[in-house]
């Protein structure tokens, strides 16, 4: 097991993780999300077939496009020049010859409500750039490329990100936004005994949860340290597992967790550095230092130990927090 | 120093590579009992480490570790190393054993970030 190669499924070098897999298939949903009308560059330049092509290098060059739609007099479609026509113009030094000797007159085009994957499969299946787009009439309303297409996806994903700032931010006001005599957010985890596997699990969610609340860093820290402790002890030594509680209020945060055994028969020893009763299981683990109750009182305020042998035992640990980090209540002044 | 450098320091194989390597490590613990790392890490540590499970990980998470440096070639697990790339946190394994990467990174002017055990009279 521990000699596993890192990357069993490696793709090129690398694996696709599960974080990658969320942004791929994100990245699809987009696509079909988005409409073409979304993404595509609109008011987009055009030329006549009867124009000369040194005229068109013209407004490629000040335009930086890479390709113009050419219409006919009454505003229809009929072709499109891009700059490899130019180009073959040019080597044959025929900058003179009007657009329509070297205009593209096969029209693949795609609609404005087309859903961007639309776009991207008649990309590759028929090799071209660009795609104008049409709307329901017919008439010319932008032109897509690869790069409107990547541009549009990424302002998405980025509007995405944005909207989990603005969750953020609604969780951190979370005890402003409510109005009670005393507001107190409680979080509740069940934790088996033995599964070494998920231990921590619910004390990464605790931490979590506080910083989208607006905990400072320091303050999340302290908790996950303590929490983590209790409940890799509620993993390590219970019989039947337990339960973790998390009161949280403006004021403080109030961590419990209860067991119903066996319980501690000497609380004083428990509570000595470097004291343990932990398996050779935990200890290959890495715990079983005899350091959790030790580092859990130093990051709390209070710690209380209650035990009975064959009862249970429940852990009460109290943060109280300083007056700069507490969470803000409503009609607290609005400056920091 | 940042994790890039540190990576260079320890001539780790990353084992992450989507993780941030432009973090800063501001010191160094180096332990196999998550305990001892939780008592006396400070934020932004790089940690030495020959334990290879997932608990490895969490306590990084749980203590604001920087970096993970697994001793003498060890390669985690497939679960530790998925976590770890979720939770943004670079894993490094390093052919050195733990006490010449102290010794490395300590030369290259890392302070300990290992304090002694607080007794009640603390």
């Not at chain 1, 932008?142 to 549009?152: A, N, Q």
Request: with cysteine; net charge negative; hydrophobic share 40%.
């Amino acid at each position: 097991m521990m000699n596993n190669p890192p990357h069993p499924n490696a793709r090129r070098g690398r694996t696709v993780t599960d974080q990658d897999a969320r942004e791929i298939s994100r990245v699809e949903e987009l696509s079909y999300e988005l409409k073409v009308g979304e993404v595509m560059t609109a008011n987009v330049k055009s030329v006549t077939a009867e124009m000369k092509i040194a005229g068109v290098l013209e407004i490629l060059r000040q335009g930086r496009i890479s390709g113009v739609p050419v219409l006919d007099a009454g505003g229809e479609i009929i072709g499109i020049l891009s700059i490899e026509d130019v180009v073959r113009a040019m080597e044959r030094n025929h900058l003179t010859a009007p657009v329509s000797e070297y205009m593209s007159h096969r029209l693949i085009t795609v609609s404005d409500f087309d859903s961007v994957v639309k776009a991207i499969k008649t990309f590759s299946e028929y090799r071209v750039g660009r795609l104008p787009v049409l709307n329901e009439q017919g008439k010319l309303t932008g032109i897509i490329t690869k790069g409107d297409v990547t541009r549009g996806i990424l302002n998405a994903l980025q509007k995405d990100y944005k909207e989990e700032e603005l969750r953020r931010y609604r969780a951190s006001h979370l005890f402003e936004d409510i109005t009670s005599d005393r507001t107190s957010l409680i979080l509740r985890y069940e934790i088996a005994a033995k599964d070494y596997q998920r231990g921590g699990e619910a004390s990464s969610h605790i931490k979590r949860a506080l910083l989208r609340l607006g905990a400072s860093p320091q303050l999340a820290r302290q908790c996950g340290i303590a929490i983590y402790e209790a409940e890799i002890n509620l993993i390590i030594h219970t019989d039947n597992g337990g339960v973790i509680r998390v009161q949280i209020e403006p004021h403080r945060i109030l961590m419990q967790t209860t067991d119903t055994g066996p319980g501690i028969a000497n609380i004083e020893q428990a509570l000595t550095p470097g004291w343990s009763t932990a398996t050779q299981e935990a200890r290959n683990m890495g715990f079983g230092a005899g350091m959790g109750l030790v580092n859990i009182r130093r990051c709390v305020n209070r710690m209380e130990l209650d035990s009975t042998p064959g009862k249970g035992t429940k852990l009460t640990m109290e943060i109280l927090l300083r007056p700069e980090e507490r969470f803000r209540e409503e009609g607290d002044p609005e400056a920091e | 120093m940042k994790v890039e450098q540190l990576m260079e320091i320890v001539e780790g194989t990353l084992l992450t590579p989507q993780a941030p390597l432009n973090r800063e490590v501001k010191g160094g613990c180096g332990a196999d009992l998550m305990s001892d790392v939780l008592a006396s890490i400070h934020p932004d540590a790089v940690l030495l480490t020959g334990l290879c499970n997932i608990q490895v990980v969490r306590t990084a998470q749980m203590a604001d570790v920087r970096a993970i440096v697994f001793v003498r070639g060890k390669t985690p697990p497939p679960e530790t190393i998925k976590l770890a790339t979720e939770e943004n946190i670079p894993l490094l394994s390093s052919p050195f054993g733990m006490f010449e990467l102290c010794g490395r990174l300590y030369q290259a002017g890392l302070h300990s970030f290992e304090a002694p055990v607080l007794h009640d009279d603390e």
